[in-house]
T-cell receptor
């Protein structure tokens, strides 16, 4: 069965520093997609970044990059130059191939300190 | 272009009451999903639809029913609400692209 694990319930980072949020996954499907979503205190789910299992390069979107290590089954999110507005819950998710269903991890709460 | 909208935003029900949550999308997406989010947990899939007139069970379907009579709408029904259904409910939609677009959520409390 597919599974996503986020082992860091909470993280602190100093403003302007980089932070890595961990995500490991388990699947027997050779084709899958990995996502990161941000959920601020207002509650909406904001798409950040996507990595396909066959993508050769790590995905990047502005200050977000995904450190994809296929052999280790990890898909860590790296946020560079943290800002106060980055304080939020962050969810890693894996897409089930055929029907596009997402399986979510339990989330990591990131707090950025001024 | 409103994206994905959910109605209502908040609701309080008494145990045993029924209600319907409405999800609407204006992007002509084929796939639609209902998730619930409980404290300390990620989102879990309740039901989903791969097109107008189709529905299927997700990970936690018990106590819910859904309908997709029109392509743009996906309804989630609670026939007899229970306190265990207190949660935040998210709707999402997707076309062929990989990204799921989420609605703003509905916060439901069952007393």
């Amino acid at each position: 069965a597919q599974k996503i694990t986020q082992t860091q319930p909470g993280m602190f980072v100093q403003e302007k520093e980089a932070v890595t949020l961990d995500c490991t996954y388990d699947t027997s499907d050779p084709s899958y997609g990995l996502f990161w979503y941000k959920q601020p205190s207002s509650g909406e789910m904001i798409f950040l970044i996507y990595q396909g299992s066959y993508d050769q390069q790590n995905a990047t979107e502005g200050r977000y990059s995904l450190n994809f290590q296929k052999a280790r089954k990890s898909a860590n999110l790296v946020i560079s130059a943290s800002q106060l507005g980055d304080s939020a819950m962050y969810f890693c998710a894996m897409r089930e191939r055929a029907l596009g269903k997402l399986i979510f991890g339990q989330g990591t709460e990131l707090s950025v300190k001024p | 272009n409103a994206g994905v909208t959910q109605t209502p935003k908040f609701r309080v029900l008494k145990t045993g009451q029924s209600m319907t949550l409405l999800c609407a999308q204006d992007m002509n997406h084929e796939y639609m999903y209902w998730y619930r989010q409980d404290p300390g947990m990620g989102l879990r899939l309740i039901h989903y639809s791969v097109g107008e007139g189709t529905t299927a069970k997700g990970e936690v379907p018990d106590g819910y029913n859904v309908s997709r009579l029109k392509k743009q709408n996906f309804l989630l029904g609670l026939e007899s609400a229970a306190p265990s259904q207190t949660s935040v409910y998210f709707c999402a939609s997707r076309q062929s692209s990989y990204e799921q677009y989420f609605g703003p959520g509905t916060r439901l409390t069952v007393t």
